[in-house]
């Protein structure tokens, strides 16, 4: 001001641009940083109905009050489904794992064509994949490197992180189902060394990770597992749809390994393998509202494969369908094998046309002959309860080990019968397998379980090897 009070016109033109400069500042970095609710029109590859559900479009039209949202578009991703749009994706990762409350947005209609690629952390907290349109897979062995075989989209060392949206995974797995390793050997990038079955990418895989939640999405079509778990905790898996053919060889739906309070609820799997694997390592897995088939049904195991320590407690499968499925709920584990199986609660199970509803297989063996070992997984504390509907061959087959008996068996409310298709029946069967029915269980051949205390019979033979879960 001037000394009489009135405004000086020099001060009121250094504060416009003063107030220019900031405004600009400002407009570039949104800009730069993809921030804010861009649209954008992919490149023409063709439009696909992504919709899945019947979610409210409220869940992913609004994000958290001031959240940052970086599209893909904004950071060079053409979404054609053609162009290799990894490095874009890589970017807007880096991105955004630097904001707090960042959304990554992959806007439908569009294809985003990613090559293998990790999604690290640690990230600031609060970071969500909003996936609206596809993400695809290279379309075969041809573009992989060995390194790169055992997942396709990995992600390591999250924290509160989620992935949510109408979209699609689709890992274009036919290319690799009934590929031999020889011709896999040829197909590879990486010839001078040498390959087997087991080497076929797992589509989504988290390593290592805190509180996550994947909901409302679909994957599908994944070369060998779906989406595995692997060393997280604090996991809860929602409305989810999965799906391969019924004969697509070990494309598991969702794999837990060494993972803890785990929650997998109101979801559809229908894949050539087990619709839900949890392997050694879990623990307080609660498992609700699954339809599964076609698939090999819900399984624990196979434990103890080599000799190895397998340890799983607290798992609840409940509230769940099985529709053609190899097997309903099954418990396998190898000879040789160490731990325990503890702790596991079976409920209102609905099987229709499944060939074994009611399965543990101490036995287990992929392939050929496993030779006869003494020490075994033990298995204590199993609950089956309201298990109904029909099976094509046997109704309950528990095969327990020889030398280490099944201990505290309920079964209760179980109503097998058999199904209008079945051809030929095998006869139920019960070995070593000790316990009571609380209920009525039908048919009588289910009312199998022997009584009593096993270590007291000399051909239990129980087998006390040290080991500690």
């Known amino acids: 001001m001037s000394n009489n009070g009135v405004p000086n016109p020099i001060h009121y033109w250094l504060l416009s641009i003063q107030i220019f400069l900031f405004s ?6 949104r800009t730069a940083h993809g921030w804010g609710t861009k649209h954008h029109n992919p490149i023409k590859g063709g439009s696909h109905n992504l919709g899945h559900g019947s979610s409210s479009s409220s869940v992913y039209d609004s994000y958290q009050p001031y959240s940052p949202i970086f599209d893909v578009p904004s ?40 090559s293998p ?75 001078n060394s040498r390959y087997d079955d087991t080497m076929k990418p797992t589509a989504v895989r988290f390593y290592s990770s805190l509180n996550l939640t994947i909901r409302d999405i679909k994957i599908q079509n994944s070369p060998r597992c779906h989406l595995k ?39 559809t799997i229908s894949c050539g393998d087990d619709c839900i694997s949890i392997q050694t390592g879990c623990s307080d897995v609660n498992i609700q509202n699954i339809k599964c088939g076609p698939g090999h049904g819900i399984s624990i195991g196979g434990l103890g494969k080599d000799g190895t320590l397998a340890c799983v407690s607290n798992i609840v ?9 190899l097997y309903g709920i099954r418990i396998k584990t190898w000879q040789g094998g160490v731990g325990s199986v503890k702790s596991v609660i079976f409920s209102d199970i609905e099987v229709s046309n499944v060939k074994v509803p009611i399965m543990i297989d101490q036995f287990y063996c992929e392939g050929g002959t496993c030779r006869n070992k003494t020490d075994a997984v033990s298995l204590t504390n199993i609950t089956y309860n309201q298990i109904n509907g029909t099976y094509a061959t046997q109704a309950i ?21 058999p199904s209008t298709t079945t051809k030929g029946l095998m006869q139920d069967l019960c070995w070593n397998s000790y316990g009571k029915s609380l209920a009525t269980v039908f048919p009588p051949s289910l009312n199998c379980l022997e009584t009593g205390n096993p270590l007291s019979k000399k051909a239990s033979n129980f087998n006390r090897t040290h080991f500690t879960c």
């Open 24 to 29: 600009s500042s400002a407009l570039n970095a």
């Open 75 to 114: 950071f060079g991703a053409r979404g054609d489904g053609v162009s290799d749009d990894s490095k874009a994706f890589q970017v807007t990762w880096s991105a955004a794992c630097a904001v707090k409350n960042a959304t990554i947005k992959i806007p439908s209609k569009f294809r985003l064509l990613i």
């Open 117 to 191: 690629i990790t999604l690290q952390g640690p990230c600031e907290p609060g970071l969500v994949l909003q996936i609206d349109g596809m993400i695809v897979a290279p379309g075969g062995p041809r573009m992989w490197l060995k390194p790169e075989l055992l997942q396709w989209i990995n992600f390591k060392n999250l924290h509160d992180f989620v992935i949510q949206g109408r979209g699609t995974i689709n890992g274009q797995g036919s290319t690799w189902w009934w590929i031999t390793p020889r011709i896999l050997q040829n197909q590879l990038t990486n010839r």
């Open 229 to 267: 778990f692997d060393n997280c905790a604090g996991v809860k898996v929602t409305n989810l749809s999965i799906s391969s053919p019924g004969d697509s060889p070990n494309t598991d739906g969702i794999h837990l390994q060494n993972s803890q309070r785990v929650e997998v609820e109101n979801s």
């Open 317 to 325: 499968v409940q509230n769940s369908i099985m529709v053609d499925t």
């Open 397 to 417: 087959h528990l095969a327990c080990s020889d030398s280490i008996p099944c201990t505290n068996i309920s079964m209760g409310n179980v109503l097998l019968t």
